[in-house]
């Protein structure tokens, strides 16, 4: 049976045709013997500190450390030159890159056949073969470590320039797509302008194709930071750009040129030029010299481990070690970017003697109970509050989508993030409403007509230079009042509900007269269904029913109340103190007010609350009426009075003086008359 590669299983994309086989492929001999198929693929998955591990001869290491097995590396001597044609380099951002290297080579065929059990090597490392070029840079990069490029000498103007991107400037990949640079980052470029992303991907222009017969082979080593991020922020991900994220052997860039040039001229052929350098001694990585004592080493493991022993461990994993008498003195090599502190050798040496080889042991700490402050109302508190008056808690994104962030606050400025997790998901809230509403339309898509949500967190208001991080608690509801039931009324909530809710908020803390609901206008709520919190005068939040264009914007089909509070200004309350209890009887007066019907009760309450006296000892509003009787645009107001001294019985004189008292101001403050 004639078979394409997908078919053997050589490939998981479908192949086009039928594998076919070079022409010095043996007759008769067996298939799987010729294409090396007795093996095995082993997959590793590192963490993002293990970057040296990202190669054949980083793996290798790593092997011969935990088995005390001797590397064989290959043998890679240098190339002689036997031409002398070269090709200027330069650095302008020595920090970015400390080192670039590169060669010409000239009189390669690039239309030779990459041998197969380079394609085959590749291909169980999950790199298609392209090129002999391209896959010999490819190669190299497997084996060693070094991502590499190879450019088309003929299409390079003047020498290498390895700089910052210009304003404006603009690259063709070879992916094909263009991409504008920004200014922060690191490209290749000749005279005519930009050759390459760095440590990224190469551009098209400048790339070898089926014409190139002269190359130019880089090598360079890049920061870490240079290049973290800046594949991501361009929509890429590159096993070039995944190495340098993470670190490459900066002594390692000499050694790749001379392997793929060595093997250049094995496969395509050619004659190699000088290797031409250029590099920034002082931004070159520095030796990390760190100091491991025995004693804190003993004391992280609790175990005492023979010197000799830590130093063999040290030694294999290629450190230069010294041994002192407090413990060692380890020099960390090239590649290892993770060894930086002696809590990075303490984690070496357990790692390769064996978590399993360490005693159990459990921590002996002394653990004495937190002060705890009877003025500060804790959000495990409030929440125990929010959850005992019917609402769930809910947790929703720190990030928003834009569309309904602007929809609920047009003029809010918050972070946009660089890196989103989605497009839904881009801008860092400025308010708990957006992902509160989103969370409600979650379920009333899934047949929940009763809603009681509540969250606390973060919102964020600003530019990341001046940005304010402010913690809130907000709440929603819809639906009906209460859970359906043969008893209950069918009554939707509304916002005297919820301000309910957030009442009781206050009031294990003691705080509760430092409140007021102001009316006032926010761009998410309904313009006469709305207040602002104060608290001690201050702003502190808002509360109302959503705005109805907002709702017919997002499609919402029930009506919603909603609030947010600034935690802080809940969490402030006061010491619960004992009064004794008066044994003499309470006075009680009613007196109903009217006055204009935009007048707000508070200030109604306020006035009567300044000259009511020290023994008031509760105000009630137990009635509100409008309409027959009442004058349009008035309303009438009932007020419930209750007076009581600590020590002896109030007399109808002293309670009438009080009474004449209000009446008075409310008329004067409020232009309000006692209802007769």
């Known amino acids: 049976m004639i078979c394409s590669a997908s078919e053997l299983g050589l490939e998981e994309e479908t192949s086009p045709g039928i594998l076919v086989l070079s022409a010095s492929a043996p007759v008769g001999v067996d298939f799987r013997e010729f294409m090396h198929l007795n ?68 009189g390669v065929n690039v239309k030779a056949e990459t041998p197969l059990w380079m394609v085959e090597r590749l291909r169980r490392s999950g790199v298609r073969s392209i090129d002999p070029v391209v896959d010999i840079t490819n190669y ?21 320039v390895v700089r910052m991107a210009k304003p404006g400037e603009k690259l063709t990949l070879l992916d094909g797509n263009e991409v504008v640079l920004r200014p922060e980052t690191l490209i290749i470029a000749d005279h005519s302008g930009p050759l390459a992303m760095a440590g990224v991907m190469g551009g098209e222009n400048s790339g070898v194709n089926e014409n190139t017969q002269t190359i130019f082979l880089e090598s360079a080593f890049f920061t870490p930071l240079a290049i973290a991020g800046q594949a991501r922020s361009y929509g890429l991900h590159t096993d070039a750009s995944h190495r340098f994220e993470r670190g490459v052997d900066p002594q390692l860039t000499p050694v790749a040129v001379e392997r793929a040039t060595q093997l250049l001229i094995e496969i395509c052929g050619g004659q190699a030029g000088p290797v031409v350098e250029a590099q920034s001694a002082e931004h070159m990585p520095a030796e990390r010299a760190i100091l491991l004592r025995s004693a804190r080493l003993e004391m ?30 380890v020099t960390a090599p090239s590649w290892r970017f993770d060894l930086a502190i002696e809590e990075d050798l303490i984690e070496e040496v357990a ?20 002060s705890s402050d009877e003025a500060t109302l804790t959000q495990a508190r409030l929440r125990r509050q929010m959850v005992a008056r019917g609402f769930q808690e809910a947790i929703t994104y720190s990030f928003v989508a834009p569309e309904l962030q602007a929809a609920m606050l047009p003029d809010a400025v918050s972070p946009v993030l660089a890196n989103p997790i989605s497009a839904d998901l881009s801008v860092m809230r400025a308010s708990l409403f957006p992902g509160l509403v989103r969370a409600m339309e979650y379920n009333l898509n899934r047949q929940q007509t009763r809603v009681r949500l509540f969250e606390t967190g973060l919102v964020f208001n600003g530019e990341l230079d001046a940005l304010s991080q402010v913690p809130m608690l907000g709440a929603l509801v819809c639906g009906a009042c209460e859970a359906e039931g043969w008893s209950d009324a069918k009554d939707r909530v509304d916002f005297y509900d919820l301000k309910g809710d957030l009442e009781s908020l206050p009031r294990p803390g003691g705080s509760a007269d430092a409140w007021r609901f102001e009316p006032a206008e926010h761009s998410a709520l309904h313009p006469g269904q709305s207040a602002q919190l104060m608290y001690r005068g201050e702003p502190a939040g808002w509360i109302g029913t959503l705005h109805p264009q907002v709702r017919a914007k997002l499609g919402l089909k029930m009506d919603a109340v909603l609030f947010e509070v600034r935690l802080d200004a ?23 007010f009217i006055l204009k019907e935009a007048t707000p009760v508070q200030a109604l309450l306020d006035c009567a609350k300044q000259q009511a006296g020290e023994y008031l000892q509760d105000i009630k509003l137990f009635d509100v009426y409008a309409g027959k009787g009442v004058a349009e645009g008035h309303k009438s107001i009932a007020l419930g009075l209750t007076w009581q001294h600590p020590s002896r019985t109030l007399n109808d004189e002293e309670i009438n003086q009080l009474v004449d008292s209000i009446v008075t101001q409310v008329r004067v403050k409020l232009d309000a008359e006692l209802r007769g």
């Open 300 to 329: 992280a493991l609790s175990k005492a481990l023979a010197s000799d022993d830590v130093t063999d461990i040290l030694q294999r994993l290629g450190l230069d070690v010294s041994v002192q008498d407090a413990g060692w003195a």
């Open 570 to 592: 809940l969490s402030q309350g006061r010491i619960p103190a004992f009064e004794p209890l008066s044994r003499f009887p309470e006075v009680r007066r009613d007196l109903a």
């Open 39 to 106: 093996d095995m693929t082993i997959e590793v998955d590192l963490t993002p500190n293990r970057g040296d591990c990202l190669s054949i001869k980083g793996l290798s290491r790593e092997v011969g450390v935990l088995n005390r097995l001797p590397v064989n590396e290959p043998a890679i001597a240098p190339v002689a030159a036997e031409i002398e044609d070269s090709f200027t380099v330069s650095i302008e951002a020595p920090e970015q890159c400390p080192r670039y290297i590169g060669r010409v080579i000239k």
């Open 351 to 370: 790692r390769i003697h064996g978590y399993n080889n360490l005693p159990v042991r459990r921590p002996a700490a002394r653990l004495a109970l937190r």
């Open 140 to 160: 190299v990069m497997l084996e060693l470590g070094q991502p590499m490029h190879a450019f088309d000498r003929d299409n390079l103007q003047e020498g290498i």
